[in-house]
Structure formats: structure tokens, C-alpha cells
T-cell receptor, first 111, second 117 residues
Framework: QQQVKQSPQSLIVQKGGISIINCAYE??????FPWYQQFPGKGPALLIA?????SEKKEGRFTISFNKSAKQFSLHIMDSQPGDSATYFC??????????FGQGTTLQVKP | DGGITQSPKYLFRKEGQNVTLSCEQN?????MYWYRQDPGQGLRLIYY???????QKGDIAEGYSVSREKKESFPLTVTSAQKNPTAFYLC????????????????FGPGTRLTVL
């Protein structure tokens, strides 16, 4: 019940394409769903986050789509750029609880 | 310049040695965390601390120890009991771990890469 399952493990996209990473969770008490971006040799940094009271949140080229009934959420990167090449982690937590991370997706955007 | 610092960036350990990884934050955050990152396994929680002089085991605490004597500092010791310590270690902090803050963002340090020789 504490797991967050992330897919795919790796993703290759052409420059200008759309990158999509999916996550699924079981614990219906989760109410905070952040995405982190990590470049090689660096610590992760918060990219965008959503709460279950909205179905979508957009910040620039990055959008989170949230499906509460399916217990799934996804990250969409529009007009993907080589600079977006990184590892992306989804996570989930309930209020006052620990962040539970997905396994990570390594994204490569080819020029 | 507020943030989290970790040192050293690279650390080499011989079999049977204990080593201590440093983590310092000047964000005035109450909560601090240690994660271990291995390829393909995401971030696994080792220990966390909600407040000074208090800490709890995470999912993979065996072979590790921590202390939280100061709010700013949360060092991690990798003991000789840790059978496979080669990994990338990440420290993080957040304002609050008790539910008082709605969006409890975690801020990460740059990491320490530990290699056992």
C-alpha cells in the first residue's frame, strides 16, 4: 500500500516530442504528489507538484495529469529538449508522512 | 545563500571501516532525511529526523547510524555492518514533518558518492 510504481524505466524521445512518464499508487490517504528532476551527479530538485483536488497542473512545458479514481498521475513534457535529459522521480505522501518515491525514469532527448 | 551542503563529494572506504558523511542545512528546516540511491532502485530512506535529538529508522537503516545534536546538522555514519555500502547518498530537509505545512517540499543536497575498495 505504500508503494509508488513508476514507468517506463527509461525513455528516448526526439527533440520537440512529448515525453510521458506514468505513476500509480495504492494508498488513498496520499494527498501530495510531487515530481523531482535529477541531473547526473546532482541531487534531485522539485519540478512540479499536484494535489488530488485538481486534475491537471501546468508549469511551462511541464504538466501533471491526475486521475484520482484510477490512482494514477503522469508527467508530460511538451516540446522536449536535450536539456530535459535527466532522471525523473514521482513521489507521494500523506500529510505529515514520509515521501514515497517511484523507481525513477531516465529520459534521453535526442537532438 | 540558503541550501544544503554535503561533504565530501566522493568518499572511498576500505572494508571494515566506519565512515561519516556530513550534511548541513541553513534553511532553518526542522526535518532532515538520508536516502540511498542505487541504479534502478529510486530513493530509499535510511533515517529521518523530525526535530533535534530525535530520529527514526527508515526502510533500510541496518548498518547505518545518525545523530541530530544540532538543527543544522544530520551526519550519517556507514558502519562496517553495512554489507554493500557502495552507493550515492543524498541528504534532504523540509520545513516540517508533522503535517503542519501542507506542501512539505523536500530540498536535496548535492550528494556523496561512497565507494568501498
Amino acid at each position: 500500500q505504500q508503494q509508488v510504481k513508476q514507468s517506463p524505466q527509461s525513455l528516448i524521445v526526439q527533440k520537440g516530442g512529448i515525453s510521458i512518464i506514468n505513476c500509480a499508487y495504492e494508498n488513498t490517504a496520499f494527498d501530495y504528489f510531487p515530481w523531482y528532476q535529477q541531473f547526473p551527479g546532482k541531487g534531485p530538485a522539485l519540478l512540479i507538484a499536484i494535489r488530488p483536488d485538481v486534475s491537471e497542473k501546468k508549469e511551462g512545458r511541464f504538466t501533471i495529469s491526475f486521475n484520482k479514481s484510477a490512482k494514477q498521475f503522469s508527467l508530460h513534457i511538451m516540446d522536449s529538449q536535450p536539456g530535459d535529459s535527466a532522471t525523473y522521480f514521482c513521489a507521494a505522501s500523506r500529510r505529515g508522512g514520509k515521501l514515497i518515491f517511484g523507481q525513477g525514469t531516465t529520459l534521453q532527448v535526442k537532438p | 545563500d540558503g541550501g544544503i551542503t554535503q561533504s565530501p563529494k566522493y568518499l572511498f572506504r576500505k572494508e571494515g571501516q566506519n565512515v561519516t558523511l556530513s550534511c548541513e542545512q541553513n534553511l532553518n528546516h526542522d526535518a532532515m532525511y538520508w536516502y540511498r540511491q542505487d541504479p534502478g532502485q529510486g530513493l530509499r530512506l535510511i533515517y529521518y529526523s523530525q526535530i533535534v535529538n530525535d530520529f527514526q529508522k527508515g526502510d533500510i537503516a541496518e548498518g547505518y547510524s545518525v545523530s541530530r545534536e544540532k538543527k543544522e546538522s544530520f551526519p550519517l555514519t556507514v558502519t562496517s555492518a553495512q554489507k554493500n555500502p557502495t552507493a550515492f547518498y543524498l541528504c534532504a530537509s523540509s520545513i516540517d514533518h508533522r503535517g503542519y505545512v501542507r506542501d512539505n517540499e523536500q530540498f536535496f543536497g548535492p550528494g556523496t558518492r561512497l565507494t568501498v575498495l
